[in-house]
């Protein structure tokens, strides 16, 4: 799941994905990473159903 222009840092394209700490987001052009669970300035509501979605086409 890629969130277009998303990135705090570098306005770059980040991808979803969890691991076993949580739902997390990575950044393809400089790498900054963000746990959601940290991170209050994210919609994790919105996160969270497109990381399912992502997961449920998987
Ligand atoms: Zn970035």
Request: with cysteine; glycine share 6%.
């Amino acid at each position: 799941m890629l969130n277009l222009k998303t990135c705090p840092r570098c306005k770059g394209d980040m991808q979803a994905d969890r691991d076993v700490y949580g739902n997390f987001m990575r950044c393809l052009q400089c790498g900054h990473y963000i746990h959601l669970r940290d991170e209050q300035a994210i919609d994790h509501e919105k996160l969270l159903k497109a990381v399912r979605k992502a997961k449920d086409a998987a």
